[in-house]
């Protein structure tokens, strides 16, 4: 660690004050990692406190080398990062002007590591600089802060340094091995996506190996008087039933179908259950629910529910509306238990409160419990009495976080459940219903996606006659795991200990635009290359890739914080052993092409999967340089059609164009061998730029093959929309509106993001 200006761990209350600084109204500097925090907590503060931000880190290790020294203890050499050289300034010149300065970035390893370096480039007095966290941004949280400074935790800026050295060993380390043995492939490793990738790697080939196995289920349509219901075939002779193929099947259905045969009511019992509420959300359930319930990725609900807890504009005073959104931890302060205690009550009543309050418990491997659940800031700012002031995602979101920690406070769901069993001979089938009696936190909020009211039943009674309707036999077969979601590799890291809060979505997002993992249908499905790599660095770099051995470390990494372990000494006994392990690599791992079934055209030999400098994918002639044919690659590793035909006439020679794909895209290409006029594809959506009037808005791609709009005069008019511009204008700001469609509904929106305008979009524009 550098020792520079480390006074910071000095206990504030030790520090004196002048009678000069008694006599003068102190002016203070509050840093914050975001300046959409500024305003929220500039308006709480008051006037006295100058709010600015550091726009999260400002320093970094220098690039293109590993940044500190192994010899000499791990000792880091920070930079100040280039493009922030005028934040430090600005910093450093409102610090020498203030009085006291508070350290107000997340409370979280990292902003405690933020924090610290942003000491490290004050050119001021240790007296004069204190640390202040916060897990909501209140008026209570935010006063009683300030009001209670202490000094930098070292043992977490350690701790986080420790996590980065780590990580910029494995990248540094074992993606130079990586471009050497696989040259054609853009590689790198990282110390915890890499095992994420692997995991997604070993449900593909779960998926891959699964045998589906045949088996049969038997449903009895039956009428008590001339009521409907069915049941299911459950045993046979007090055993459970197994039905392998149809033989079997029918042999049953002819035994059940003979019409001497009665079906009789033989047992039928009650049993009153209840269903507990869920816990309040903690990031990993936030983002589990989000995709399940809202259809939202990771990344997006976590920019969401950032924008939440730095603060939302309520009619001109911006207000923060929930608490700090990385967390691990499901518990919650004791005024918020109150809280909430006071609306069920006043808004449902006193049965709808438990007894003994819900209080809850996070288990599972390495958890910090470092701050609260994610809850609102306010619970009489409820969903809908603040919906005006927020966008549709955002209302969403808070709802959800609203609603699950409401309920998480409420009574029980108590349910009757029935459960009938009706002989047919030797054969036993057994239907059921649940109905709720009393439905509890179930008011707000179902934390599942079970049906608590199933199908009805009529009132049966023990030696009932049932008449039998018919039969109905069904042929299954036995499912192979499901690929992963981005929700559950979130799940699964979790279980596994892997990762932290503040990494899942980094992680996620890391892979997908390496090219090793791609979206279908929302699984995450390893690409050819993912595949290759995983299998490399498995065989040749086994403790990295291993559940176990990651998780070890991040439970290292808490014991340094927690003043468990010393930090050099973990870098230590991970360095050696892994420097053998790279140096191993070097000499054993061979190279590395991934080949395809598909030979080259023009030259006969074997393509290959390549990859362009944009990350895309694609087949290369294995003769390169000396041949250069390419193909389009598909999603399972073959070959895509090359050309197709289009209707385009070449504007050079008159011939016709073809529409062909290269790796990057597809293009039009002349027909005519001795013209070969090439150009782009361009899809105009007819819509005039609107800022410089010149252009028009024409589809592109970004560089991780993502579709937007922009203006075909780029780079003269920077105008770009994610959604796409139509010829009609915003009636409350005059800019122009563009179609915005999801699963759940299809409107117009206004392309300036100051304006909130939108409206339902007409058929005809959608079926468009």
């Known amino acids: 660690m550098a020792k520079t200006k480390e006074k910071t761990t000095e206990e504030p209350s030790t520090q004196k004050k002048t009678k000069s600084s008694k006599s003068k109204k102190e002016k203070a500097l509050v840093i914050v990692e975001s300046p959409a925090k500024s305003k929220t907590i500039k308006k709480i503060l008051g006037d006295s406190y100058q709010i600015e931000a550091s726009y999260g880190h400002i320093r970094d ?195 059940l179908t003979q019409d001497d045969l009665k079906y009789e009511v033989t047992k039928v019992s009650f049993r009153d259950t209840q269903r507990k509420p869920a816990a309040p959300f903690i990031t990993s359930t936030l983002q589990r629910e989000a995709s399940s319930k809202l259809g939202y990725g990771v990344s997006k609900t976590m920019q969401i529910a950032q924008k939440l807890y730095e603060g939302i504009d309520l009619g001109g005073e ?94 029980n769901a108590k349910v009757k459940n029935t459960s009938v069993d009706i002989e047919a001979g030797d054969y036993l089938f057994k239907t059921g219903t649940s109905k709720v009696v009393f439905d509890g936190f179930l008011k707000i909020y179902n934390d599942s996606d079970e049906e608590t009211d199933q199908s009805k039943i009529p009132d049966l009674e023990k030696g009932d006659v049932v008449k039998l309707e018919k039969i109905d036999p069904q042929q299954h077969f036995t499912q192979p795991p499901p690929r992963f979601t981005e929700a559950s590799l979130v799940k699964a890291l979790e279980e596994h200990g892997i990762g932290r809060p503040s990494t899942y979505a980094p992680i996620i997002s890391k892979i997908q635009q390496k090219g090793y993992v791609e979206k279908q249908e929302k699984a995450l499905a390893p690409t050819i290359l993912g595949r290759t790599l995983c299998r490399e660095l498995v065989k040749y770099f086994t403790d990295i890739m291993n559940y176990e051995f990651t998780a070890q470390m991040e439970t290292k990494l808490d014991d340094i914080a927690e003043e468990k372990a010393v930090w050099t000494e973990v870098l230590k006994d991970f360095y050696t052993p892994f420097n ?36 895309t994918q694609f087949l290369g002639c294995s003769g390169y340089p000396e041949c250069k044919t390419m193909m389009p690659l598909n999603k399972d590793g073959s070959a895509a059609p090359v050309e197709e035909k289009s209707d385009e006439k070449c504007e050079k020679c008159g011939s016709e164009m073809i529409v062909k794909v290269g790796p990057y895209g597809k293009y039009l290409q002349c027909t005519n061998d001795e013209c070969k006029n090439r150009k782009r594809i361009v899809i105009t959506t007819g819509v005039k730029c609107p800022k410089c009037n010149e252009g028009e808005i024409i589809q592109r791609k970004s560089k991780y093959g993502k579709i937007f709009y922009g203006c075909n005069k780029y780079p003269d008019c920077d105008f770009v929309s994610w959604n796409e511009p139509v010829n009609e204008k915003c009636p409350e700001c005059g800019s122009l509106l563009a179609k915005k469609i999801t699963k759940k509904e299809s409107k117009l929106v206004c392309t300036n993001t100051n304006c909130s305008f939108s409206k339902p979009m007409e058929e005809e524009e959608n079926n468009g």
């Open 580 to 615: 053998d392990t790279v140096d191993s690599a070097k000499k054993n791992m061979p190279k590395v092409l991934i080949e395809s079934e598909v030979t080259c055209p023009n030259c006969g030999k074997k393509m290959i999967v390549r990859t362009s400098r944009f990350g």
């Open 318 to 411: 911006p207000v923060g509306l929930i608490t700090y959104m990385r967390t691990d931890s499901v518990r919650i302060s004791d005024d918020a238990q109150a809280a909430a205690k006071d609306y069920i009550t006043n808004n449902y009543g006193e049965n709808y409160y438990p007894q003994k309050p819900n209080n809850y418990v996070k288990g599972g491997k390495n958890v910090q419990d470092a701050h609260e659940a994610i809850r609102p800031s306010y619970i009489d700012k409820t969903p809908d009495s603040i919906k005006q002031y927020l966008t549709s995602e955002q209302y969403r979101l808070y709802k959800l976080i609203w609603s699950r920690f409401i309920a998480s406070q409420m009574e």
């Open 61 to 255: 290790f220098p690039p293109k080398v590993l940044g500190f020294d192994v010899a000499n203890n791990f000792e880091p050499s920070f930079i100040v990062i280039p493009e922030k050289k005028v934040v430090v300034k600005k910093l450093n010149e409102l610090a020498q002007k203030s009085d006291k300065i508070f350290l107000a970035s997340d409370p979280d390893r990292e902003g405690e590591a933020i924090a610290w370096h942003v000491r490290q480039v004050l050119d001021v007095p240790d007296e004069k600089i204190n640390r202040i966290e916060f897990n909501e941004i209140t008026p209570k949280a935010i006063k009683s802060a300030v009001e209670h400074p202490r000094a930098i935790d070292m043992e977490r800026v350690k701790a986080q340094q420790t996590r980065q050295i780590l990580d910029r060993l494995v990248g540094y380390k074992i993606s130079p091995v990586l471009w050497e043995k696989m040259r054609n492939y853009r590689l790198s490793a990282g110390r915890v996506q890499s095992v994420a990738l692997r995991m997604i790697c070993e449900r593909e080939d779960e998926i891959d190996a699964f045998t589906p196995v045949e088996y049969w289920s038997i449903t009895a349509n039956l009428l008590k008087g001339k009521i409907p219901f069915t049941a299911e075939l459950s045993k046979y002779k007090d055993k459970k039933i197994e039905i392998k193929n149809q033989k079997e099947a029918e042999k049953i259905l002819e035994e």
